[in-house]
């Protein structure tokens, strides 16, 4: 996935002061799932999902020939949204926020089932139009990714949103009848579907996606994919290609994982799938649909990938609430992701800052030489900012415990690529061999290059932790050949002579370059 470019040289965005994360709850009723999530808001813009309850009330299964809601499919939301009430309760959450989605706004009598959610349970339920459902959509993705000329797609059990971005602004949007439960209720009579079945819902869905990305401008775009079938689709394909990452979100579906997927579930019927890795039974017998959806926003757009985007409407909901500033670049992403997780883990984010800023000042003058750019610029950010994270679980094995938790904790901003590389570089900072199962585990997403990378950005990150106390100040001469460090404060009252021999090393080793102190 291609990086934005910015200069290597941009400050990192000011954050507002941390004073502790707030919970909000978000309920979000679908054609197909209903969930009720609880967030822990940060001042800095990040929310983080610590409670989630999921229905299956298909309020989109069997509407009337006008789209009305079946008295069995208001019966099974009410009782839904009743326990999501409850639940509510128990958790004290005391702000929330409530929407629906394509079944509700579809359907004629979708007013009363408003009402009569708001009489039942006190729930106050807003029904969101096309445009703010794509608007949420929006700032989901914004909110995990540096946007640029793009194209975000929702897949829900009734709808299909597409979400043109511009320069990271949302610029064009559109809701179509495309759902994975509708498609599947008007062209599959039969379990598992027929091939016929399933020629007849592309042959209706092409047109539609074709005409709407031609609308936007045509294809070239970076697409983002939102949505429990979106979600699905990746866990599935993580599974079938025991991809080293177990993380949905930033995981690249690309044509052959469809194909292999659409291949593996053709003669099965939906209680089969049903346990099969991702898939789950609310939404087994709607796989072939959205198999189907994406394949065709994938040859519309003539697009690599869909990156799987563990944000969405929730999310959005939320963020709106907390008046967090969208879009933003990656670095800001991750710098909020970091502050957050400072807060969760109880580590020293300024002392992180501090080092980052030295290791970026290193990492600025071999830029040029060594062919690094922004992503690589960015893995080692996070890096530093987070290598001293799990002195909180073990002084002893840190960077272990830091890597394991950038590997995990919820970094937004960073592709899969850029997430090992941080924990990579973490696990290495502090002279540490890499373990095999890294060194081995990571390698179809990291190649022997990156490894090699990794332990070139760890000296830089080792260099700089180790003479922080001192204040270095780094200069880059004799062609590109020798390093000169100076210090601000007196090294040999505040360094020991191992510290600086032990920073100096890996330098050396690895980029071929001679440190000369030059004080002290």
Avoid: C
């Avoid at 965005?13 to 979000?28: E, F, K, Q, R, S």
């Avoid at 999501?84 to 089932?113: C, I, K, M």
């Avoid at 290193?362 to 080692?380: I, N, P, Q, T, V």
Wanted: hydrophobic share 45%; glycine share 10%.
């Amino acid at each position: 996935m291609a990086r934005p470019k910015h200069e290597l040289g941009s400050p990192l965005p000011t954050l507002a002061p941390a004073h502790g994360p707030t919970t909000i709850g978000v309920i979000d009723v679908g054609s197909n799932t209903a969930r009720l999530v609880a967030f822990d808001a940060h001042p800095t813009g990040v929310v983080r999902p610590i409670y989630e309850l999921k229905e299956v009330p298909r309020l989109g299964a069997k509407t009337g020939a006008d789209g009305s809601l079946s008295p069995e499919a208001i019966a099974r939301g009410l009782e839904s949204l009743a326990r999501f009430a409850r639940t509510l309760e128990t958790l004290g959450v005391r702000r929330t926020v409530a929407a629906a989605t394509s079944a509700v706004r579809d359907a004629p009598n979708g007013g009363e089932f408003v009402k009569a959610v708001h009489r039942s349970t006190g729930i106050e339920l807003r029904v969101l139009s096309g445009s703010e459902e794509a608007r949420y959509d929006y700032l989901g993705a914004a909110s995990a990714w540096e946007l640029g000329d793009d194209l975000v797609l929702d897949l829900g059990g009734g709808s299909l949103q597409l979400i043109e971005t511009r320069r990271g602004e949302l610029a064009n949007s559109v809701s179509l009848p495309l759902g994975a439960l509708r498609l599947t209720q008007r062209f599959v009579e039969h379990d598992p579907p027929r091939p016929r079945e399933l020629e007849a819902l592309t042959e209706h869905v092409r047109p539609a996606i074709r005409s709407a990305v031609a609308a936007f401008g045509g294809a070239g775009y970076r697409v983002y994919g939102l949505g429990g079938t979106v979600r699905a689709v990746a866990r599935a394909a993580i599974d079938l290609r025991e991809y080293p990452l177990a993380r949905v979100h930033g995981y690249p579906i690309r044509d052959h994982d469809l194909d292999a997927l659409a291949e593996l579930i053709a003669d099965l019927p939906a209680t089969k799938r049903r346990s099969l890795p991702g898939v789950g039974g609310e939404r087994a017998d709607v796989l072939d649909a959205g198999i189907a959806v994406l394949r065709e926003v994938m040859r519309a757009t003539k697009a690599e990938a869909i990156y799987a985007t563990g944000t969405g409407v929730r999310e959005g909901l939320a963020l709106e609430a907390i008046g967090a500033v969208l879009p933003a670049e990656a670095i800001a992403l991750a710098a909020r992701s970091v502050a957050a997780a400072a807060d969760r883990f109880s580590f020293s984010i300024d002392r992180g800052r501090e080092i980052a800023e030295l290791a970026e000042a290193l990492f600025d003058m071999l830029a040029a030489r060594e062919k690094w750019g922004a992503s690589e610029r960015l893995a080692l950010r996070v890096a530093a900012e987070m290598h001293d994270a799990g002195v909180s679980i073990d002084l002893w094995r840190h960077a272990h415990h830091s890597a394991y938790l950038v590997r995990n904790y919820p970094i937004w901003g960073l592709s899969h690529r850029e997430t090992l590389l941080a924990a990579t570089t973490v696990a290495l900072h502090a002279g540490d061999a890499l373990p095999p199962g890294m060194r081995k585990g990571f390698a179809p997403i990291l190649k022997s290059s990156d490894q090699a990378l990794a332990r070139r950005l760890g000296s830089l990150l080792q260099l700089a932790g180790l003479l922080a106390p001192a204040g270095p100040r780094f200069a880059l001469g004799g062609g590109g050949s020798v390093l000169s460090v100076s210090f601000s404060r007196p090294a040999d009252t505040t360094l020991p002579p191992r510290a600086m021999e032990k920073a100096r090393k890996p330098v050396e080793r690895e980029l071929d370059i001679e440190v000369r102190y030059r004080d002290g």
